[in-house]
Every structure is written in structure tokens, then in C-alpha cells.
């Protein structure tokens, strides 16, 4: 079963640094990636930069539609009008059958903010322990949005590229 997390560091280069840590423990198999994504939002910036690197074996698990979608719901539709905001509404109740609910997109909102950066991580097979080692000392905190078997077939299955 894959886990989708999403991991906020204080710098606007921390989940960079944080990916590329995470795709040396790829290569010794302690964890698999099977999609990742960035927002990085710089200090002096008025919005965030994402980026989309997929699997880091190969084909990323879903499609930049996707990406583009729960960004744009968690940083994009406060600043909608009202009509926008309406039908973004319906595709956050499309994204909780994912298990990415309203408190989850709410929260990532309030704590990726100007200055900081997140990752979006689809993994599997993590190697907790492992992994938590090579993640000592390293300032970040950690927003999770487990999903099951089901919410994850349907997600690659809709969103999938």
C-alpha cells in the first residue's frame, strides 16, 4: 500500500535537499518513491514554484493533472473568486475518495506559506527505521494522509499517466 505524504521544511530549499536524500535510500532500497512533487515557495515571492519528478526508477505513479490539481486547491483557490472557488469545491470532494480530505489540503495550506517548501511523496515499502535515521536533525515537520488499497488503485487509476 502506498502512503502519500507531504513533508514541510522551513527553507524554500529543504524538500529538495530532503528528495535527494530519499533517492540515495531509493537506491539502497529502503524506501520506494513511486511519485514525488515540490512546491517551493522562495522569500520575496508572491506564489510558490511546483515541480512534478515523478518515480525515481522510472515512470511516476500519477499524472501532472493530478499535481496541478491539489496544488492549485491548496494554494490557488483562496485567491478564486467565488465561482471558481465553487467548482474547485466539487474536485475537493473528488479528492477525499483519495483520502486527501478538506483538513488535509486546510493544513498543508497553513503551513506551506512564503519562505518554506514542501514534498509530496507517493512511497511504499519504507523502511521506517531506516529512514527516520537519515532524517535525524533535519528540521521539517511531517503532514500525512495514509491511503488504502482502494484509494490508491482508484487514484493511479484516474490520475495515472
Known sequence: MATLTVWKFDTATGAQDALDKLADLSKQQLIQIQDA????WP???KNPKTKNYGSMTGQGALSGAFWGMLFGLIFFV???GLAVGAAMGALTGKFADYGINDNF??????KVTEGTSALFLLSA??????VAEAFAGVNME???SNLTSEQEATLKEEFGA
Open 78 to 80: 483562496p485567491f478564486f
Open 125 to 130: 515499502n519504507a523502511v521506517q527505521d531506516r
Open 105 to 110: 489540503i486546510k493544513e498543508v495550506r497553513e
Open 43 to 45: 522569500a520575496g515571492k
Open 37 to 40: 512533487a515540490i512546491v517551493s
Open 142 to 144: 511531517l503532514v500525512k
